[in-house]
């Protein structure tokens, strides 16, 4: 996404009289080394009457040496030039194995070639003192560069100074204030005293505004512009010269374009040169211009784009609502991290570190502002092929009428919190239900994880491989095989209350019946799902498929007119039919006329409430801890 853009920097002398121009040195022109493509550039002079030679110094900047052969009044420099501005990653360079960690020594021979770059004077009694404020133990060279950068940045507050020259690091120091090239200029000699070559950068900065503001941070200039700017280079081993700008604390990106690279300030001034002693008048002006931009992200359209978009909307509207066409918009927004959203976790994998976190934070948001009332309900969502388990689903479900279904927010536990919940707390809350139910409270079972599968792993495992180890290739069996043996096969995982419910006038009849077990214990399906949807109800006489009752039910208009509105506090959904009864099924039986075409099979439940409509079984769990991904599910008539 490239931004393309003119750049205009017009510099006037006037003098008072005709004076003699000495030969004049102009380095304005953008470095070989320059990252930043340069499609075009012009320079223009004044007087038109003179002789310019191109040329290279010792660092290979461009020079243009200007020879003027009559006397003038006026001494104008004009550089027109077009860059194409794309993002470019500061960062993006290798380093040598040896310079990857700072600090670090130049070879030999790369030593002897930087000399320039590494001469420096004795620090003064200031510098001295920064010095011993650089934190020099061993860590990544990129890390100790940033540090060093924001150093600076904090010791100099930054003034526009008008004065020639670059002051001293001790006067700039002192007065805790300075220009860019003061910056630049004390960067180079930390540098220098810390063994590290650096020189002097003279250039243009070019800062456009952003298309939109900054969520975390400083969102820059508010309208494009340009000006001259000085910042350093520090050179690495393997990379190259890399640009710091200690005036933002920042390293040199696409905006940055250097025009001459110095040991010294003084030889990298823009422009140079003697002339007759006279009065003067400087002027100078600096503009950029966007010349083209393509379609990104953050501004796919043009202002009169999206005017055009905005009109044909407005009409668009306008048909609609004269034809009384009314329109409803669903799809699945998609969500990441900002702070990461390049993260694994948000592109390709099922999980990470904080996506479940992220997730629970934004569904309670929603509710708060959507659904006040509502209930959340964590259950499984899609299961894609390859992996072991579904993925889970937050869902947030209300009201249309604005009856809440869910009272006390209070009681909504929060994923982000770590309540402390352990095997004793989840066996007292079982029996408080089934207190609460008025159900005997001796039917809460212990579920423990199924020892013989576990066994059967371990025997599976090769003889130099320990379950409490982390050697087994595939990370979430090892986690899994790891937890269950270092909690050991004995400790239950959870408790489980056998739960069945009638729903009548007077709301809903809980019964609780024992579970019985050829095994004499639960035992839990091997996974990594909460205890809910690892239970093994099929063991149960009255779970068996051969008598699990299924439900289909349909309820005729006349019923449903028959039954009335929805009550304030009770769900649409009946209850289903209990796991503990034998359902008898009815034969199939053919009516002749109106009756005949709603003939069908049904399932009649021996429940004690015969009025009741068919309901199924449900069993309350509790667990001490859910180290998997999905809660369990509940459904209207659970616990």
């Known amino acids: 996404m490239t931004i393309r853009v003119a750049l205009n920097h017009k510099t006037t002398y006037r003098y008072d009289r005709l004076v003699n121009l000495g030969p004049q040195t102009i380095r304005l022109r953008p470095a070989p080394h320059c990252r930043t493509p340069i499609p075009s550039y012009s320079l223009t002079l004044k007087p038109a009457t003179h002789f310019l030679n191109w040329q290279q110094d010792p660092q290979s900047n461009y020079l243009a040496r200007v020879v003027f052969p009559d006397k003038t009044r006026e001494f104008e420099v004009q550089v027109d030039l077009v860059a194409e501005l794309a993002i470019i990653n500061p960062f993006d360079f290798f380093l040598e194995a040896y310079a990857e960690r700072a600090p670090f020594t130049y070879e030999a021979s790369l030593a002897h070639e930087l000399k320039p770059y590494l001469e420096v004077e004795p620090a003064g009694k200031e510098l001295a003192a920064l010095l011993a ?31 020639p020259g670059v002051q001293t690091p001790e006067e700039t120091l002192t007065l805790k204030r300075g220009s860019c090239r003061d910056s630049a ?60 700008d200690p005036t933002s604390g920042l390293f040199a990106g696409e905006g940055h374009i250097p025009l001459a690279c110095s040991p010294e300030p003084s030889s990298a001034a823009p422009i140079s ?60 927004p998609t969500f990441v991290s900002i702070d990461d959203f390049d993260g694994g976790e948000w592109n390709t994998e099922a999980l990470g570190p904080t996506k479940r976190g992220l997730a ?24 894609y092929p390859g992996e072991s388990l579904p993925r889970w689903a937050l869902g947030c479900f209300w009201r249309t009428d604005g009856e809440p279904l869910w009272q006390h927010e209070k009681y909504l536990a929060d994923e982000n919190v770590n309540y402390g919940i352990t095997l004793e707390r989840a066996e007292d809350f079982l029996q408080t239900l089934a207190d609460r139910l008025q159900v005997d409270r001796d039917n809460t079972l212990a579920a423990f994880e199924d020892p013989w599968y576990w066994m059967w792993k371990e025997r ?3 003889i130099n491989v320990d379950p409490l180890e982390n050697k087994i290739e595939d990370a979430e069996e090892r986690e899994r095989m790891s937890r269950v043996f270092d909690k050991g096969l004995d400790t239950p995982t959870g408790f489980v209350l056998p739960l069945q419910a009638w729903m009548t006038v007077d709301g809903p009849l809980w019964q609780a019946r024992p579970w019985k077990f050829r095994s004499k214990r639960v035992f839990l399906t091997p996974a990594t799902a909460p205890s809910a949807t690892a239970c093994r ?30 009550p304030v506090a009770w769900s649409r959904s009946w209850p289903r039919s209990p796991a503990v009864c034998r359902p ?48 369990p599910i509940s459904r209207p008539g659970s616990t």
Not at 196 to 201: E, I, K, T
Not at 289 to 300: C, I
Not at 360 to 383: C, D, E, F, I, S
Request: proline content about 5%; charged content about 30%; some cysteine.
């Open 537 to 566: 109800c099929k063991a149960c006489p009255g779970c068996a498929r051969r008598t699990t009752p299924t439900t289909s039910r349909k309820i005729p208009s006349r019923r449903a007119r028959r039954w009335g509105p929805l």
């Open 584 to 631: 008898v099924p009815c034969r199939r039986r053919r009516r002749r006329g109106r009756r005949a075409a709603r003939a069908a099979t049904r399932w009649v439940s021996r429940c004690p409430a015969s009025s009741a409509p068919p309901c199924r079984s449900r069993c309350a769990t509790a667990s001490s801890t859910s180290s998997c991904r999905r809660n």
């Open 360 to 383: 629970n934070t934004l569904v309670r948001k929603l509710k708060k502002k959507y659904a006040p009332g509502g209930v959340l309900h964590y259950g499984q969502g899609k299961w």
């Open 460 to 462: 599976r495992l090769p």
């Open 133 to 163: 404020k650089v934190d020099r133990k061993e860590r990544g060279t990129v890390d100790f560069l940033v540090d060093l950068n924001r150093l600076v940045t904090r010791h100099v507050g930054y003034v526009i100074r008008m004065e």
């Open 273 to 332: 040169g003697i002339v007759d002693e006279a009065g003067v008048e400087f002027d100078f002006s600096m503009s950029v211009t966007r010349l083209e931009e393509v379609s990104r992200v953050t501004k796919p359209y043009t202002e009169e784009q999206w005017q055009a978009i905005v009109g044909a909307g407005r009409e668009v509207e306008t048909r609609l609502q004269a034809g009384d066409v009314r329109l409803t918009m669903g799809g699945e």
């Open 185 to 244: 200029w004390l960067l180079v000699h930390l540098l220098r005293h810390l063994k590290l070559a650096a020189r002097f950068v003279s250039g243009y900065l070019i800062q456009l505004a952003p298309d939109v503001k900054s969520l975390d941070g400083p969102s820059g200039t508010e309208v494009d512009f340009t000006d001259l700017h000085a910042w350093t280079e520090v050179y690495l081993p393997g990379a190259g010269w890399v640009g710091m």
